[in-house]
């Protein structure tokens, strides 16, 4: 089968600083050396229509095209199943990624080939028929509801990948935790490993433990439960979820980690993310709604609504 073809047109903007061809794609754009490899070699990245050494200064106004045959990318085609009936809010979209709101319950991608009814699924049906794919760069577990980000060609995984490790694109969750928590406002930096009584947990201090910090504000809080703002500085597996109950106020819902939890869905959101726009570095504050079940469970516990 023919390896899909990918093509990026950019037109640099009327304040762009002039600066070498080669500095704009790796520095600027954040695209790996790889890349910009294939590029010159092939001669597959035009300046106003032409190739171009990549010493070649650009400037405002310059159209970029960058065009990739396909075998540069680890993985350069989507093979997710299309859902039929897609089930997809989408809180911002443009030419390269959406941002969903993944609501509780459900996957983010499928665990075997050919499993449908994850997000994954659900964003390749969404995008069935545009000549964009759905591709996975972040996760959020099953349990969590809140904002996911699918690249929508395979030129920006890599991109955003930096971007979300060096923190840049940032995110920040509400929960709904035991008790009160004290003090109330603060962080936590526990290593987190795996927990050798039970694969599916991770646990503080746990087996090949990385350092892992999270920040912490308690919005709204009484004996029975707190409403925490909670902001990840690291992405470790089940990061709020085991810090949390390492502090002695597990999350509300939690089957994993509160012993004493009420019924799912656990009560943890990705209420907001702040997003660095590949290409043209501007910044989007994407807010995701919060569920009912949610809100319910703030009047419940009498800590108002958000």
């Known amino acids: 089968m023919r390896m899909k073809h990918w093509q990026i047109v950019n037109q640099l903007a009327v304040d762009q600083q002039p600066r070498p061809l080669r500095e ?22 035009l300046v106003n229509g032409h190739y ?11 159209q970029v095209t960058l065009r990739f045959c396909g075998d540069e990318f680890r993985t350069g085609e989507s093979s997710y199943v299309p859902a039929n009936k897609p089930h997809l809010t989408v809180l911002f979209e443009n030419r390269d990624l959406l ?3 993944k609501p509780a319950g459900q996957k983010c991608h499928p665990n075997y080939r050919g499993e449908t009814g994850t997000v994954m699924n659900d964003a390749a049906g969404y995008l069935a028929g545009t000549g964009s794919q759905a591709f996975m760069v972040h996760r959020i577990d099953q349990q969590t509801s809140g904002a996911l980000i699918i690249a929508k060609n395979p030129v920006v995984v890599p991109i955003l990948d930096r971007l979300i490790s060096a923190n840049q694109i940032h995110r920040t969750y509400l929960a709904l935790a035991d008790g009160q928590v004290t003090p109330a406002d603060g962080s936590w ?23 892992a910090w999270t920040d912490y504000q308690t919005l709204a809080g009484n004996e029975q439960a707190s409403l925490m703002k909670l902001s990840l500085h690291t992405g470790r597996t089940h990061q709020l979820r085991v810090h949390l109950a390492h502090a002695g106020h597990p999350i509300i819902g939690d089957p994993l ?11 943890l959101h990705g209420a907001w993310l702040r997003l660095v726009v590949p290409f043209s570095g501007e910044t989007q504050i994407i807010q995701a709604p919060i569920a009912n079940y949610f809100q319910e469970n703030l009047l419940k516990y009498h800590l108002g609504k958000v």
């Open 99 to 101: 941002v969903v709101n």
């Open 189 to 211: 930096r526990w290593s987190i490993g795996r927990d050798s009584n039970d694969k599916r947990k991770r646990q503080v201090g746990g087996v090949q433990a990385q350092m």
């Open 24 to 45: 704009l794609l790796e520095q600027q754009w954040l695209l790996p050396r790889r890349f910009v490899h294939y590029l010159r070699t092939r001669r597959n990245v």
């Open 257 to 267: 980690y509160n012993p004493h939890h009420d019924e799912p869905p656990l009560l």
């Open 52 to 62: 171009v050494p990549v010493n070649t200064v650009v400037g405002p106004g310059d």
